[in-house]
C-alpha cells in the first residue's frame, strides 16, 4: 500500500492551550509514531508539533465538515483522530475520538453541555480511544459504550522525566530557594476535582519545609505554601527529581500523570486513594483517603520512600502505552 494512502488527521486544537496533560497525551503519542507507525503520514489540523508531517492551518469560523471536508479530501486524509472528547460535525471520514476522563459531567454547571457533546461523540466515532481502565470502565457501565469499540493508550512517560540529574540542578534550586529533598511539590491546576483545598486545610499554618504549587494561578498563599512558575519540561523533571515526596490530592483524575512523571524521576509520590492513581502508582505509592486531612499529615510526616518507582513508570513507554492505538489507525487505513 502506497504511502499516499495512509493519512491521517489529528486535530491539534488542545495544542493551543498552556501545557495541559492532553497536550502532553498528544506529543508523546506522536513521539511514537517513529517506532510504532513511521510510514503513517499524519496532517496536523490548527497546530504543529513533533511527528507531523504536513501542517494545515485551523477553519477561519467554527470546526466542521463544512469548513474540513474539502480540505480532507484534498489531502487524501482517510481517518480523522481527535485526541479529546470533540468531534466536529459533517465529517466525511471515519473519526476516532479520545476521552480521558469523564469528570465534567459530575459538575453542576458544566455537566449538560458536556454530555450532549460526548454523547454525538461516541454516537459518530467509530473507536473510543481512553487512558485508563477507570475511564473505560464508565465509558462502559456509565455511557454503554461496548468494550470492542474501546481502544487503551495510557499516558506516557516523556523523554525529560527521567532520574539523571542534569548538571545545573543544584545552581536551579538555590536560585529558587530550594534545598535538596527539603520540599513536597504539588503539580495541579485549580479545578475543584483537584482537591487542593484539602491540603490547604492540612497543612495551612505549619512550621515545615516548603510545599510547592506548580500550575496553580492562587495568590496570597498561607505558609508553609508557594506558588512556583515552570517554564519547561526540564524544569519541572529538576524539581521532580529533587523533591522529597509528590502530593497528588484529587478527586478524580482520568489518569492522574503528575504521578507518572514524578515515579520515573525517582520521586516518592503520595496519592489520593481512588482507581485512576492505583493504576499509576501499583505498589510503589502511599496511598491517602483524599478528603481525609489527618490522613494526609500522618502520611507527609512519615519517611515516603522511592522504592520501586522508576521501574514503575518504566512500564508506561510510549512505545509500549500507544501501541495498540497505533495498530488500529493502521488496520483503519488499510480498510
Same mark, same amino acid.
Given at each position: 500500500?502506497?504511502? =499516499?494512502?495512509?493519512k ?8 493551543r492551550? *498552556? ?24 496532517? %496536523? ?5 513533533? %511527528?507531523?508531517?504536513? +501542517? ?5 469560523l467554527f ?7 474539502k480540505?480532507? /479530501? ?9 485526541? #479529546?472528547?470533540? $468531534?466536529?460535525?459533517?465529517? *466525511?471520514?471515519?473519526? #476516532?475520538?479520545?476521552? !480521558? ?8 454547571h458544566?455537566? $449538560?453541555?458536556?454530555?450532549l /457533546? ?7 466515532s ?15 457501565? =456509565? ?5 470492542d469499540?474501546?481502544?487503551?493508550? =495510557?499516558?506516557?512517560?516523556?523523554? !525529560?522525566?527521567t ?13 529558587? %530557594? ?6 513536597? @511539590? ?7 476535582? =483537584? ?5 490547604? *486545610? +492540612?497543612?495551612?499554618?505549619? &512550621?515545615?519545609?516548603?510545599? $510547592?504549587?506548580? %500550575?496553580?494561578?492562587?495568590k ?13 519540561d ?25 504521578? @507518572?512523571?514524578a ?15 492505583r493504576e ?9 483517603? +483524599?478528603?481525609?486531612?489527618e ?18 513508570a ?8 500507544? *501501541?495498540?492505538?497505533w495498530?488500529?489507525i493502521?488496520k483503519?487505513? &488499510?480498510?
Open positions: 500500500m502506497s504511502s =499516499k494512502e495512509r491521517l488527521a489529528i486535530d491539534l486544537r488542545e495544542l492551550r *498552556s501545557d495541559t496533560g492532553i497536550g502532553r497525551w498528544i506529543k508523546n503519542f506522536l513521539n511514537a509514531k517513529s517506532k510504532l507507525a513511521p510510514f503513517i503520514h499524519v496532517i %496536523g489540523v490548527g497546530g504543529y508539533t513533533d %511527528g507531523i508531517d504536513t +501542517a494545515l492551518n485551523a477553519p477561519k470546526w466542521s465538515g463544512f469548513n474540513l471536508n480540505i480532507l /479530501k484534498k489531502e487524501d486524509a482517510k481517518l480523522w483522530f481527535s485526541p #479529546y472528547f470533540k $468531534i466536529p460535525p459533517g465529517l *466525511s471520514i471515519p473519526c #476516532y475520538a479520545t476521552v !480521558h476522563d469523564t469528570i465534567p459531567a459530575s459538575i453542576p458544566r455537566c $449538560i453541555p458536556f454530555t /457533546k460526548l454523547k454525538w461523540s461516541l454516537s459518530v467509530k473507536k473510543i480511544v481512553t487512558v485508563s481502565d477507570a475511564t473505560k470502565n464508565e465509558l462502559i457501565e =456509565k455511557w454503554k459504550v461496548p468494550c469499540r474501546i481502544i487503551m493508550a =495510557k499516558n506516557a512517560v516523556g523523554r !525529560h522525566f532520574a539523571n540529574k542534569t548538571q545545573n540542578e543544584n545552581n536551579l534550586l538555590t536560585s529558587l %530557594g530550594l534545598e535538596l529533598k527539603k520540599y513536597f @511539590l504539588v503539580v495541579s491546576d485549580d479545578r475543584p476535582h =483537584k482537591n487542593l483545598s484539602t491540603l490547604i *486545610s +492540612a497543612f495551612e499554618g505549619f &512550621e515545615m519545609i516548603p510545599i $510547592i504549587l506548580v %500550575g496553580t494561578k492562587r496570597n498563599l498561607p505558609t508553609p505554601f508557594r506558588r512556583l512558575e515552570v517554564f519547561d526540564q524544569m519541572l523533571a529538576a524539581l521532580y527529581r529533587n523533591a522529597r515526596a509528590l502530593l497528588h490530592p484529587a478527586l478524580a483524575e482520568g489518569f492522574g500523570l503528575p504521578a @507518572l512523571e515515579m520515573a524521576c525517582g520521586c516518592p509520590v503520595i496519592l489520593s486513594d481512588i482507581p485512576s492513581l499509576v502508582g501499583g505498589d510503589c505509592a502511599r496511598y491517602v483517603p +483524599a478528603t481525609d486531612i490522613a494526609w499529615r500522618n502520611a507527609v510526616l512519615d519517611s515516603p520512600t522511592a522504592e520501586g518507582t522508576i521501574e514503575r518504566s512500564m508506561f513507554r510510549p512505545e509500549t502505552t500507544y *501501541s495498540e492505538l495498530q488500529e493502521k483503519e487505513l &488499510e480498510q
